[in-house]
């Protein structure tokens, strides 16, 4: 009998899901998830010289300026994607020197050979003294 109710439970919040969501249409849902998906973007607008006044070789001065403009514009933003490129560049270098040094120090220090702490100070452990004290524990229990 509880198995009866249980599937008529499940069957009735299926319908009121299902007609809740035909009654509210299909297109709502996609609304949402596109508003909630899209990055905005600013658009960088330039100024575009104004060419309905001049003549033939005053607009093409104004056009070459342009030009110009954003040529120069093009080799700023390459100069400093080259900066951002070499800083990702060393610091993913650091990020692999130290995980070798956290490497190096994890496996002395779990087999008992000598390391380097924070100090410079060279470390020393003897595993026998640790494998001597959990079997001294497991042998209280």
Do not use: C
Not at 92 to 104: A, F, G, K, P, R
Not at 114 to 137: L, S
Request: aromatic share 6%; no cysteine.
């Amino acid at each position: 009998m509880n198995r009866y109710k249980g599937f008529l439970a499940a069957g009735t919040f299926v319908g009121l899901v299902i007609i809740t969501l035909l009654a509210l249409g299909f297109g709502s849902l996609k609304a949402v998830a596109d508003s909630g998906t899209a990055v905005p973007q600013e658009e960088i607008q330039l100024p575009v010289p104004q060419t309905t006044n001049l003549t033939n070789d005053e607009a093409m001065q104004a056009w070459q300026q342009y030009s110009a403009e954003l040529e120069e514009t093009v080799r700023t933003m390459q100069d400093r994607e080259n900066t951002y490129q070499s800083q990702i560049d060393m610091a993913n270098q650091t990020i692999l020197q130290l995980q070798d040094q956290l490497n190096i120090v994890n496996s002395g220090a779990s087999s008992g050979e000598a390391y380097t702490d924070d100090d410079g100070n060279e470390v020393r452990e003897e595993h026998e003294e640790h494998e001597e004290y959990e079997q001294h524990e497991d042998s209280d229990d």
